[in-house]
């Protein structure tokens, strides 16, 4: 029982130890972001690598969820004689919810986990020991730019997502199902407000977008310099990014509604 006790705590003083070396980490990047915005260049480039790169199985995702939204949501309205509501049904659903919450999920599977690699692999290389040893700032020059194009590029993404997935609600339920094409899009614009749904839906991208790439970026830069350590910190970087895109779409949700 002892033993028991012991692993326990052992095991609970590990993850305080590492949060509190995350918590400084995210630090150390918050205060490297003004020297970051004098290397533009950097920035535009992880702004292509990480949302442009990641673009088209958004596009792709937002397309069938939104298709599905019409079929699944048609199904149910027709019950009621509401299925004028279409619209506005896919519409909050993915303004609000679905938009963000797949955009981040998809966003730390694709870019959350090549920036864990990227910076992983430039650990086990000892490329980021040799910036130190020529004076220059890794968090300049790498983990900044990553930081600062993932909080950019996750709302771009999400809004894009929310949009394709109107479209492909409108090609279901108007051009296979027969829904008015002007009751689709009237019910939409009377149902959706920008305070109450767009905001807050961009609020949530925002915060997926910092929480995400600050764990795929400490992932990376605290990973054991082995090709099993960086395997290792890309799965934790998926699975922790997930878990966390998810609880707090529960939190900011709850505050917000």
């Keep these: 029982m002892t033993n028991w006790f012991q692993r326990f705590g052992a095991a609970w003083i590990t993850v305080f130890e590492r949060l509190g070396r995350a918590h400084l980490f995210m630090l150390q990047m918050l205060l490297a972001l003004p020297g970051t915005f004098r290397?533009?260049?950097?920035?535009?480039?992880?702004?292509?690598?990480?949302?442009?790169?990641?673009?088209?199985?958004?596009?792709?995702?937002?397309?069938?969820?939104?298709?599905?939204?019409?079929?699944?949501?048609?199904?149910?309205?027709?019950?009621?004689?509401?299925?004028?509501?279409l619209g506005a049904l896919v519409a909050l659903t993915l303004v609000r919810e679905l938009g963000p919450v797949v955009t981040g999920l998809l966003f730390a599977g694709r870019a959350g986990s090549a920036m864990t690699a990227e910076i992983g692999l430039m650990k086990a290389t000892e490329q980021l020991s040799g910036l130190e040893m020529m004076a220059v700032d890794p968090f300049q020059r790498v983990f900044s730019p990553r930081m600062i194009a993932g909080f950019i590029a996750l709302p771009a993404l999400a809004a894009m997502f929310s949009a394709v997935g109107v479209l492909g609600g409108h090609l279901v339920g108007v051009e296979l199902l027969g829904v008015d094409a002007g009751a689709y899009w009237s019910q939409?614009?009377?149902?959706?407000?920008?305070?109450?749904?767009?905001?807050?839906?961009?609020?949530?991208?925002?915060?997926?977008?910092?929480v995400v790439c600050w764990i795929a970026i400490f992932e990376g830069a605290d990973c054991i310099p082995t090709s099993e350590g960086v395997s290792s910190a890309t799965t934790r970087t998926v699975v922790y990014s997930s878990l966390?895109?998810?609880?707090?779409d529960f939190l900011l949700t709850a505050l917000m509604f």
């Design 39 to 85: 290397r533009f260049g950097l920035i535009v480039k992880q702004l292509f690598a990480t949302g442009v790169m990641t673009l088209a199985i958004i596009l792709v995702a937002g397309l069938f969820v939104g298709m599905v939204l019409a079929l699944q949501g048609y199904n149910t309205l027709v019950g009621f004689g509401a299925e004028e509501s």
């Design 244 to 248: 966390a895109v998810l609880g707090l």
């Design 188 to 210: 939409m614009q009377s149902a959706v407000g920008f305070e109450h749904d767009v905001l807050n839906g961009l609020i949530k991208s925002v915060v997926f977008g910092f």
